[in-house]
């Protein structure tokens, strides 16, 4: 019973989190931006589509929104044994010329952080009353938060916010809601008020919702699943969603149909097949802006130079118990190496070319990312990376991409890319940022230093954090006790990678633990 009453629990604090924090905004009506087009003579074709396309990217540009994750640990007073762990995420919107939407995605980013910061007084008193059972160990609760940006452009921003609270027992629960505003005149939007024909499309959609879950969950979903569907729309706020590549995507409650085991079921409505039910104005665009896509789920892009759409899909098929995935655009196709496990997609549209980004977990962790560019109805291959997609910073002009670092222990390092007026995929960036990076290290020898370009002594006992490095031949870092910036050289080995040493002494020497992965 104790059980069943704290998964109830997690459950409505995931919930109220979720609304708690974000009061409804009111409504407004849609601004709608009157674009005058002067005539030209025509000039050589080819140049002349080039700039009408770059043109109706900057007619719209997409804002750049950088997510940056920022945790907490709480502790029982008076002692160092931790009750609460929390992760919440800043949201900064640059660029665009749109102010409202920049103050609205801003404030509802800092809503929701005061109302996830100010839940630590709850979950104190939880552990507390936990603690009193007289149980030999305490399991640290969590509440995280993770926002990641699925689409942008000119007309919508849709972002995707993820809640995992842990209130002890066997699991925790999760939350997944769309977060979507109009690009345009700055607001929030209701689910209802994206349609023409918002009846007809809940009959259409609740068709498709119960064919969906048949097809992935029928030997587990609740007696009367279909019934929950039926009637989930007569919610004032109707269903959670978002919008990406392919289409708007429903995310159903975790429990509402089916048990755990099958998390929060996502249903996928492709635009082709609900055009008619959407405004134009929230149907993609021949404009700048990037969207996440999944396997299987087929988007319809109008290419550079072209005025039919081609279909595009990243493919994913189980053959003798390996996956196996491929890249298809119209008729081309492009095989990913054997037996990686896709991890995140997206197609960026820049100046009038289309790029696709591919991110995959060759085992362990090791991720590649492929660069593709579609041009003339083929799949032209940019790059392989070896290094994953940072998700939360996903831009137009501005995409992370996290590599890993071994140096001194283990991290993940980001840098900026963007393409170039050539098409390439390039960093201007000399130094990996740690940014994610909380690992404290504790030194065991005095380390010649650099602090505020003064030469000085890191002495024995010092705590810092590692913040950058070049993976080469320096440190930046943080001490934790005053704040202070400071930057350490060291050496790596010609003959070993691993090998490295400050002043002559191996790293192992210089501190008590170095946490190297693997």
Request: net charge negative; glycine share 6%; hydrophobic share 35%.
């Amino acid at each position: 019973m104790k059980r069943r009453m704290k998964q109830m629990m997690a459950i409505g604090l995931a919930v109220m989190l979720v609304f708690g924090g974000c009061g409804k905004q009111p409504e407004e009506p849609a601004v709608e931006e009157t674009i005058v087009v002067e005539e030209t003579e025509p000039e050589e074709a080819e140049k002349e589509q080039k700039e009408e396309k770059m043109s109706n990217s900057k007619q719209s540009e997409a804002v750049e929104i950088h997510v940056d994750s920022k945790r907490k640990n709480y502790y029982f007073e008076g002692t160092e044994e931790s009750y609460l762990y929390l992760q919440y995420c800043d949201i900064a919107v640059n660029g665009g010329e749109n102010e409202n939407l920049k103050r609205n995605i801003e404030n509802w980013s800092m809503e929701q952080n005061e109302y996830l910061r100010s839940q630590a007084a709850f979950f104190e008193s939880y552990a507390a009353e936990e603690k009193k059972e007289g149980k030999e160990y305490f399991n640290t609760y969590s509440l995280l938060q993770d926002v990641m940006t699925v689409r942008n452009d000119g007309s919508v921003v849709s972002l995707r916010e993820d809640l995992y609270c842990y209130l002890g027992g066997d699991h925790g629960t999760f939350y997944r809601e769309g977060i979507n505003f109009d690009a345009k005149s700055g607001k929030r939007l209701a689910f209802s008020e994206i349609f023409t024909d918002y009846e007809n499309f809940k009959a259409d959609a609740t068709d498709r919702i119960i064919y969906q879950l048949e097809q992935n969950y029928s030997e587990v979903l609740f007696e009367d699943y279909a019934e929950i569907v039926e009637t989930m729309w007569s919610d004032d706020m109707g269903p959670r969603w978002y919008f990406d590549a392919s289409g708007i995507v429903l995310v159903l409650e975790q429990y509402l149909v089916g048990p755990h085991s099958i998390g929060t079921p996502e249903i996928y409505l492709p635009y082709g097949e609900i055009r008619q039910y959407i405004k134009d104005a929230y149907l993609p665009q021949e404009q700048n802006g990037i969207a996440l896509f999944r396997q299987n789920q087929e988007v319809y892009l109008t290419l550079p130079g072209e005025t039919e759409e081609t279909s595009m899909m990243l493919r994913s098929e189980l053959k003798n118990e390996m996956m196996y995935n491929s890249l298809w655009l119209g008729q081309e196709e492009f095989m990913l190496q054997d037996y990686v496990a896709v991890q995140n997609a997206y197609i960026v549209r820049c100046d009038g070319e289309i790029y696709c980004l591919v991110e995959v977990d060759e085992a362990s962790d090791d991720y590649k990312t492929y660069i593709f560019r579609f041009t003339e109805g083929k799949i032209e291959r940019i790059e392989e990376i070896l290094a994953g997609i940072d998700e939360n910073n996903v831009n137009v002009h501005e995409i992370k991409i996290e590599e890993t670092v071994y140096l001194l222990g283990t991290y993940h390092g980001l840098k900026n890319y963007r393409f170039d007026e050539n098409g390439k995929f390039v960093t201007e960036d000399t130094e990996y940022l740690l940014s994610k990076n909380e690992m404290v290290l504790t030194t065991k020898t005095d380390i010649p230093v650099i602090l505020e370009e003064t030469e000085s002594i890191l002495p024995a006992g010092s705590h810092i954090v590692l913040t950058a490095t070049d993976n080469e031949t320096y440190v930046k870092f943080s001490i934790q006790e005053t704040g202070q910036q400071g930057m350490m050289l060291v050496e790596r080995n010609e003959n070993d990678y691993y090998q490295i040493t400050i002043n002559g002494i191996n790293e192992n020497d210089c501190f008590e633990m170095l946490p190297y992965a693997g």
